[in-house]
């Protein structure tokens, strides 16, 4: 129903905030959400007090501490321990007041790092994590986790969906703490405009990603939303992936740089290769719609847009 009461969680973060407008679209009135500044979900008695004011129907759990591959490295507790408060707080503050329908947003990395590719659900835990976000993935399991055995044990329903690496409009270009697509668009942007200078990215360029459009993963969430979720578990995704090496070439191309790259191998590959398969929510009936051309288009003209903020 239109009317029915939904918070999102991390409503102002780069999925919430596609979350939310994908929702407001297709005419759901009842939408609510709060900043951290506002509610800080790490304080279990705030978020109880909240869920106890506002009563909410369902929840979408699209707020984390979340960061590429340097962040992860210097700052594993913090990843660990924040991410664990913010979702046990909101999954048992769900359950303990009776939300109907829960969704909690993972992440690719929670899958093991020699998995057989494309990674299938059922390959959880099969064996060891990537070392470098490893406290990150294992937050996001116990949240898988915590929703499956209230699902098993409880019979409610609440479920997670797991999405590929995602961009677009809202992305974090801060080049600490930023992902491989909006780090790849400040660097050839600013190279750009300096004279086209070389541009010096991580790694050896040869791991295979996946990736996202966030409102692709809006539009997902809202089919999860509209529609009866038999399993446990949805990988979200594309099924496509590509070498990083050629991902920057599209960059590149998208942003009008003409001068050399450099590959920094001392710096991180991360895991090999991240293939999901989509084929569980693809069979429910829901696949991407935006090409990863277009999606870097959009995303390569929110940025020039909105560059001054950063
Ligand atoms: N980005 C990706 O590539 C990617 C890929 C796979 C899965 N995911 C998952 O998708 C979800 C959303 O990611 P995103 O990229 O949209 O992240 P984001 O842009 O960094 O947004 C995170 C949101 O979480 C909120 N938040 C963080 N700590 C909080 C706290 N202590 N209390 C209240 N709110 C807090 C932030 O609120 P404020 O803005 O108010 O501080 C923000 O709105 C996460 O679960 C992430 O693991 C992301």
């Not at 048992?92 to 007041?97: E, I």
């Not at 990537?130 to 990150?136: F, G, Q």
């Amino acid at each position: 129903m239109k009317s029915t009461k939904i918070y999102i969680a991390g409503h102002c973060g780069m999925a919430g905030r596609a979350i939310a407008r994908s929702l407001e679209q297709a005419g759901y009135h009842n939408v609510i959400g709060k900043t951290s500044k506002e509610l800080d979900l790490r304080n279990q008695k705030e978020v109880q007090d909240f869920f106890e004011a506002e009563k909410p129907e369902v929840v979408i759990d699209a707020a984390a501490k979340v960061g590429g591959i340097l962040a992860n490295k210097n700052f594993p507790y913090q990843f660990l321990m924040e991410n664990l408060q913010i979702q046990n707080n909101l999954i048992d503050g769900a359950h303990q007041h009776h939300v109907k329908k829960f969704i909690f947003l993972g992440s690719s990395c929670i899958y093991p790092k020699q998995a057989l590719q494309p990674l299938k659900e059922e390959c959880l835990l099969t064996d060891v994590l990537e070392p470098t976000n490893e406290a990150y993935a294992i937050a996001k399991i116990a949240g898988v986790k915590a929703c499956a055995t209230i699902r098993r044990q409880f019979g409610k329903d609440f479920f997670s969906l797991m999405p590929t690496n995602l961009y677009g409009p809202f992305d974090n270009f801060d080049l600490e703490t930023s992902h491989v697509i909006p780090a790849m668009i400040r660097k050839f942007e600013n190279a750009k405009n300096n004279g086209n200078l070389a541009v010096t990215l991580w790694g050896s360029g040869t791991p295979y990603r996946e990736f996202l459009y966030v409102e692709d993963l809006a539009e997902a969430v809202k089919f999860a939303l509209e529609n009866k979720m038999e399993e446990e578990l949805y990988n979200v995704g594309t099924g496509i992936d590509l070498p990083v090496k050629k991902l920057a070439e599209i960059i590149q191309k998208t942003v009008g740089h003409t001068g050399e790259i450099i590959w920094d191998d001392s710096k991180p590959d991360g895991t090999p290769r991240k293939w999901m398969d989509v084929s569980k929510l693809k069979n429910k009936g829901w696949s991407y719609s935006v090409a990863l051309e277009e999606g870097i288009r959009r995303t390569y003209e929110w940025y020039i847009n909105n560059k001054k903020e950063y």
